[in-house]
């Protein structure tokens, strides 16, 4: 068996021959297509094959190459929290990497398949490189790379003017949380004199608290804006639907999660003693991001743009797992914040794979029906029924509808928030209380969200010509959906054994070392202190099994000698037509209203008459329904008034006159001049 | 033995009983009407006349519309006997959990909302949207009507809270009272009755859902009434059981199982007879209103939670 360290590197090597190789056959784009996606699946396979040997063999492992930079070095470490990552971007790039074969043919003779396979491989590189990275210069170099890679991805489609403004929209806002994160690598290089997080991690007493609350605050922008954390998410509803459906499947399944990796490094890793605030600050921007993200997601018709509003959610609940852990180490409750933590990693993992699932389903209908807005769907069940089936399970898993894993991580958010509730300390008590809360309302609000996807996409009549000449896809998207489907389920009944190896993991973190003892996850049976709570996935989907397969067959003796006639529709008396079924709008739009206070809907109708003069025969009428984004109202266009108006005052210096500019030189050598004589 | 036979009734008493307490609604409120009412029985009649019929499905609809009564009603099968009902030794860890039972129903309530968009028919989607809405405001209400007794109780074990509470000093009743106020809202709303929806109407104003099921004739309409009435009683139970837990056989002998079953009995008909009374002298309300009443319920929990902690 070849060693932890063998297989990621052979992993990063077949990235690499994937991603030249791509562009070097990019005159054929059949041979270029299977290239790409046959090297990003190969060197996936390896990744999940270095992360399993860590995660369950134990081998840690860590090596630098030397590089000819002072301070830079190219080191790299796996521990289980590395690994873990690793494993959940591996298995993830491995099924995208299977499903991109198919996908990608509709793009043939249309756009460059070559670049994709470059950048689509550098990508995967990329994402694994950070989450391995052990020295902080290095790091920015790999995120540089995940970064720019995905935004030659987001900007494939490049004939849509859209796809280039929202690629242009991610570049500055990623730019901006890169500039954050600098900043606080910057910090802590200044009080450890290192950039190797190691020597960081080792030295960290020598941080100030001072610096410590400055660092969380610029690495909680920073990452916080990879992640989609609102208000830093306006990049993410834009760019993941632009992206072709496997690289969203990544993006928003994955590389988000980046973001979350870098929490856990930096806030529960490296630096020690937490303040309580900073758990408190993650669960209230928890709550809000899994609130506003879901509610957005209601108004949201472009079906991309919808599943990229769920990552918003999911990243919230995913915060409030782990700012329940900031908030108990800080308590000095260790084996809650452990059954926190496994919270928060075990949703990162199933967000991932039914998110991707989602992603692939969708990916799956669009290249079909070739538009992403979900009106025009309808009655797809039919005509590509095991896509149909797929996506519903995804959104099952969404919804946290048992026995799918959805469920096991929600279940275990709501347990270690209820733990919180009852801790002796007066603002975490209340915050935990806001941030279940809005767990409780966020998982209702999902499912409406994913009875009107899943309705207004699969059921019912076509309602539109596109829609009622859809087929089946090929059998590369069908065997990585089916994949993802079974992961699903499997991770939900098994998630007594995913949380028994995620605890590991957790307490392999500095913070929280030979601290699991109070509390036992076994089977999801849950006792902590005084707290006791327990639920088996296993027993849920045999009792439904059961149940279910008993009352069929019962209901059916019983009635075996009535007949089942096939009519058409009751409409009143009408015939049925795709026009008479509920629209995606119309299906949100009382939630829309209930929440106006927030979303803002606004309507502007307008009515074109046969004759203008008597307005009694409308010819058309339209009705334009738009909900308003009160981040940009509130956040966004403030700050951007403020930045003209500067730089209005700005342009005043910049008169265009020479003698002007000399007068400054002047003037700025004699500040010199004289701050240097003071000293 | 005894857990054997208990284990039998806790498994069928909730089928068994549920179209029971649908007729004793409707003849209660049939004699606040001024009515004589149909018997108390007549349920169960309806649904042996429903199993015998032809059934028309509609040319549009999927499996899913085929396979949702049957789902729906598995869920309510399978959260009775989780509950504590007449006892609390059938105590079981493998599906006693709230959150377990609420995501049980809320699973149900996904497949029959798919279901009325299925046949494609104007009445099932805005039926399920409106069914959507409510349930989706009503789960917060829900969750923390019964987090107040978890907390109390130190734990999310429906059998537990049963334990817990019946012990539970008189002068510690306020939160309680206070959550269950929170809690008979969310009832209202999930069982469907007034002043969230009319379990009576088939105007396509006032009705929720009804309108998702306006499409099912036949065994599969007979097995989604089953399953609306198992989930009222469930519901009546969880009120009668989590925060009046007295009276309930905390020990596994015949007497104390046999006492269990008559005192369940009235405190259910104790509920259903409330139900019937706030039914007739209640308007519905207007849509639009109900968030109010919803976030009221959520309100409520909250201050009990508040008292508690």
Redesign the interface.
Known sequence: MLTSQTNFIIALIFLAIGSIGSLAFRKKDSISNIWGNTFAAAGSAFGLLAAARTLFLNDIFSFSLPSTFPILSFSFKMDYLSAFFVFVISLIALLTSVYGMGYVKHYYRKYDIGSLGFFYNAFIAGMLLVVTANNALFFLIVWEIMTLASYFLVIFERNEPKNIEAGSLYFIMTHIGTAFIILAFLLLYKSTGSFDFEVIKNSAGLISPLTKDIVFVLAFIGFGTKAGIIPFHIWLPSAHPAAPSHVSALMSGVMIKTGIYMFIRIFLDILPNTPLWWGIIMLLVGSISSLLGVLYALSAHDIKKLLAYHSIENIGIILLGLGSTLAFTALGLNSLAIVALIAALFHTLNHAVFKALLFMGAGSVISKTHTRNIEEYGGLIKLMPYTAFFFLIGSMAISALPPFNGFASEWLTFQSLFAGIQSSNMIAEWSFVIAAGSLAFTGGLAAACFVKVFGVTFLARSRSEEASHASESSISLKVSMAILSILTLVFGVLAGTVATSLSKVSESLNTLKGSGVAATIQNLSMTTQNVFASVSMPGILLGLLIIITVTVLIVNFISRKQKEITGITWDCGTKPSPRAEITATGFSRSIVTIFRGILQPTKQTDIEYHDANSRYFPKTRTVNLETTDIYKKYFYSPIHKLIIKVSQYVKKVQSGNVNAYVLYIFIVLIILLISGVIK | MITFFAWIIQIILVPVLSPLFVGIIRKIKARFQNRKGASIFQPYRDLRKL??????????????FK?MP??L???T??VGLSLPMFTTFLKT???G?F??VI??L??G??FL??AG??????F???G???E??I??????GL??SM?TL??VA????LN?IAISISSLPLRSFMPIILSFIGFFIALLAETGRFPFDNPATHLELTMIHEAMI??YS??RLA?IEWAAANKQLIFLALGANLFFPWGIANSLSITAVFAGIIIFLIKLLILSVSIAVLESGMAKYR??RL?DLLFTS?IIS?IA??II?
């Open positions: 199993f015998g019929k032809d059934e028309v499905i509609s040319k549009d609809a999927s499996w899913i396979y049957f789902i009603f598995g869920t099968l399978i860890n493998l599906t959990d959150l377990v995501y049980l809320a699973f309530t996904f909302a798919l968009i299925d046949a494609g028919s104007a099932g989607g805005f399920s949207s409106r959507m809405t349930s989706a405001l009503a789960e917060g969750i923390f987090l978890a907390i130190h734990s999310t074990n537990q306006l499409e036949g065994k097995v849509f639009f968030p959520f909250v939670i508040g902690i």
